[in-house]
C-alpha cells in the first residue's frame, strides 16, 4: 500500500500486536493516533491531556505487560521529560516505543530543536527511519528491542518522513509473549535506594547497547565509489541518494548509541567523508570525537532543514532548483484565521484595550499578524498565564496596562491549569480568556476533554470549563459570545479593571467543526460605503476590495467565504453592511 510515514508507524504498532497507544495531537505525529483509531481496533487508542500524562498511560501499559505506543511532536517530548528520564531507569515489562516527531524548518512549531539529544541524555536506542517501509518496519524492531534490552526506545521521525508517502509491504500481527504485572518495587519504585542501582543497570544496558550497535543490521554500510562516504541517517538517506548515487554510504538506522567500530572501519575506506543530517551536529561530534576526521556544519546548514539541493550543494555538486512558474503580481498569502472564526470578534474588542496581551499556542496565535495585530508574547502550551503573571509582577507602577492571558481551551487543559491555580493563589491581576472553540483546531480539529468525545469519536463526559475555573478559586468567570463585541467589550473592560485574577470564556465552536447551513451571509451596498476600511482591519478573508465606478476603493463580501458571523456588520458604522436577503 501506499502509506505515509505516520500510517507506517501505526501499521507497525498493529503488527507488532500493540495494545495501547497514547499521545497529544501535534504536527507532524497527529495521524499516528488517527490512523489507529480509524483502522486498528485491537489497539485502545487515547488523546491524552498533555504529552507527560500520555507517556505515563503508555509507560503504565508496558508496565501491565501490553505492548505501548506514545506519540507526540518534538517539543512535546520537553513536556514528557520527566516520565521518560525515570523510565530510562525503571525500564519496561512489554515493549515502550516514544515517537518524536521532530520539525527542522519549523512547518508548524515554535522552535527547531533536535530531539537527537533525548536518546543521549536518557541513555536510550533511539531509531530513525529513512521512509515509510522503515517507519513500519523500525517500529516492529522498536518493540523488540525494548523488550530485549528491557527500555523504552525513541523512535525519532522527521516531518518529511512522516507526511511523505512511498510504499509499504503489509505483514500480519504478531503475537507478542504474554505479559502481566508482577510485583517488584525495586524495578518500578524509583526512591533513591532502587534508583542507585538502576542507574548501574543503565550504563551496563548502554554498554550492550553499543555492542549490538556495531552488528545490527538496522545500521546498513553500502560501498560505491571509495572516493566520497557519506554517513546519514533518516530523510537524508534519500537526499544523499538522489544527490550522489555512486557514492558510498553508512546508512544509520539506530543513531544513538553509535557503532563506533563500524564508523572506522567505513571511514578507513573512503578518501573524503561527510556527515549529512539536520539541525545540530548530532552524529558529526560524537565521530569528530572518535578521532575521525569528517566535513559536515561546514557545508551542511545547522538551521532549517536539508533538501537534494542543499545536500548536493554541500557535497560539491552544482544544482539547480527547480522553481515554480513565476506569477506576476501574485500578492502574499500570510496565514489567516479562517472567515466567521471566533477568535476575530475577540481580538477585534482585544486591540481597543491597548493592552499587553500574553499569548499561546493555538489558532488564535495568528492574532499576532496584522490587521488584528493584537498578540505580544508566544512562549509554549499554557505560558500564555504565567507570562502574564510575570510581566504583571514586573510593571513598574506608572505602568497602567491591562495584562490580558489568552489560551485556547484544548491548551488550557493541556497545561493552562496551573498557571491560572498560581494567579489566584498569588492574588495576581490578571485577565485569563479561555477561547473556546470545542476543539484542538490547529492540527486539524482533534477532540479533548472538553469536548465531549474520545479521539474514537465515542460520548464523552465533557469537561466544565466553567465549573473548573470556579473549582480552583477564581470569583468572577464570564461567559460571551465572541460574536457579540459589545458583549465582548463589556466584559474586558469589567476583568481587566477589578483588580483581581478574572476570566472570560468564549463559547462559539470552531466554523470548521460547526457543521450543518450556514447561517445568513452579508453583503456590501457601494452606494453607502464610505471606504473608510474599518472593515478590512478585522482581516476576514471574506471581505475583498473592490472599486466603485469613480475609482474609490471600497469593501465588497465574497458570498462564497462568508460564514455569516456577523462581525463585520458591527464595526460597520455607515450602515452599508447588512444580510444579504
Known amino acids: 500500500m501506499l502509506l505515509s510515514g505516520n500510517e507506517g508507524i501505526a501499521r507497525g504498532a498493529y503488527e507488532a500486536g500493540a495494545r495501547v497507544a497514547a499521545g497529544y495531537p501535534g504536527t507532524p505525529s497527529t495521524e499516528i493516533l488517527e490512523t489507529i483509531a480509524r483502522h486498528y481496533e485491537t489497539i485502545y487508542a487515547e488523546w491524552a491531556p498533555n504529552e507527560k500524562v500520555a507517556l505515563e498511560v503508555a509507560i503504565g501499559a508496558a508496565f501491565g505487560g501490553a505492548r505501548a505506543l506514545a506519540t507526540m511532536k518534538h517539543v512535546g517530548v520537553n513536556v514528557a521529560a520527566d516520565p521518560l528520564l525515570t523510565a530510562a531507569y525503571t525500564g519496561v515489562n512489554a515493549g515502550l516505543v516514544i515517537v518524536s516527531a521532530d520539525d527542522p524548518g519549523m512547518q508548524s512549531s515554535q522552535n527547531e530543536q533536535d ?41 525519532r521521525t522527521t516531518t518529511r518522513v512522516n507526511h511523505g508517502k512511498s510504499v509499504v509491504s503489509l505483514g500480519e500481527p504478531v503475537a507478542p509473549p504474554e505479559r502481566r504485572f508482577e510485583r517488584d518495587v525495586q524495578k518500578y519504585v524509583m526512591i533513591p535506594a532502587y534508583g542507585r542501582v538502576r542507574h548501574v543497570f543503565v550504563e551496563e544496558r548502554l554498554q550492550r547497547l553499543r555492542r549490538f550497535a556495531e552488528t545490527t543490521d538496522l545500521n546498513v554500510v553500502e560501498m560505491g565509489d571509495l572516493a566520497v562516504g557519506v554517513i546519514t541517517s533518516g530523510i537524508n538517506y534519500q537526499y544523499v541518494k538522489e544527490a550522489m548515487p555512486e557514492a558510498s554510504v553508512l546508512k544509520l538506522g539506530l543513531t544513538y548509541p553509535l557503532p563506533e567500530e563500524l564508523i572506522r572501519q567505513f571511514a578507513s575506506r573512503v578518501k573524503t567523508l561527510y556527515v549529512v543530517e539536520d539541525l545540530d551536529p548530532f552524529l558529526e561530534d560524537q565521530i569528530r570525537a572518535m578521532g575521525i576526521q569528517v566535513i559536515g556544519k561546514e557545508r551542511f546548514p545547522s538551521v532549517g532543514e536539508l533538501d537534494p539541493v542543499i545536500v548536493a550543494r554541500g557535497l560539491g555538486i552544482e544544482r539547480e532548483q527547480a522553481e515554480a512558474p513565476a506569477v506576476e503580481d501574485a500578492p502574499g498569502r500570510p496565514p489567516v484565521l479562517c472567515a466567521g472564526c471566533p477568535h476575530r470578534g475577540f481580538y477585534t474588542v482585544l486591540r481597543k ?210 460564514n455569516g458571523c456577523g462581525v463585520c456588520f458591527q464595526v460597520c458604522r455607515s450602515g452599508a453592511i447588512r444580510r444579504r436577503e
Open 115 to 155: 530531539n537527537r539529544h533525548y536518546a543521549r541524555f536518557a541513555k536510550i536506542p533511539m531509531l530513525e527511519p529513512a521512509d515509510s517501509q522503515e517507519a513500519k518496519e523500525f517500529t516492529l524492531r522498536a518493540f523488540a528491542l525494548s523488550e530485549e534490552f528491557d527500555t523504552p526506545v525513541l523512535l
Open 353 to 562: 484595550l491597548k493592552a499587553i496581551v500574553t499569548g499561546d499556542i493555538g489558532c488564535y496565535t495568528l492574532g499576532v499578524l496584522p490587521p488584528l495585530t493584537t498578540m505580544d508574547t508566544c512562549v509554549c502550551m499554557g505560558a500564555s498565564i504565567g507570562n502574564g503573571i510575570g510581566i504583571r509582577r514586573a510593571q513598574a507602577p506608572d505602568d497602567t496596562r491591562p495584562v490580558v492571558a489568552v489560551i485556547g481551551d484544548s491548551t488550557f487543559i493541556h497545561s493552562g491549569i496551573t498557571g491560572l491555580i498560581d494567579a489566584v493563589y498569588n492574588n495576581t491581576p490578571v485577565t485569563v480568556c479561555i477561547l473556546d472553540n470545542r476543539t484542538t483546531a490547529m492540527t486539524g480539529g482533534q477532540e479533548h476533554p472538553a469536548s465531549g468525545k474520545t479521539l474514537r469519536g465515542t460520548e464523552a463526559p465533557q469537561l466544565d470549563l466553567p465549573g473548573l475555573v470556579r473549582a480552583v478559586g477564581v470569583e468572577d468567570v464570564l461567559q460571551v459570545d465572541p460574536y457579540d463585541l459589545d458583549a465582548v467589550e463589556k466584559a474586558l473592560r469589567y476583568t481587566t479593571q477589578c483588580g483581581k485574577p478574572a476570566v472570560i470564556i468564549t463559547t462559539r465552536p470552531c466554523v470548521l467543526k460547526r457543521g450543518g447551513a450556514r447561517p445568513e451571509v452579508f453583503t456590501v451596498s457601494l452606494e453607502e460605503c464610505t471606504g473608510c476600511q474599518l472593515c478590512f482591519r478585522i482581516g476576514c478573508p471574506a471581505i475583498e476590495s473592490v472599486r466603485d465606478e469613480n475609482g474609490k476603493l471600497k469593501a465588497s463580501i465574497n458570498p462564497a467565504m462568508c
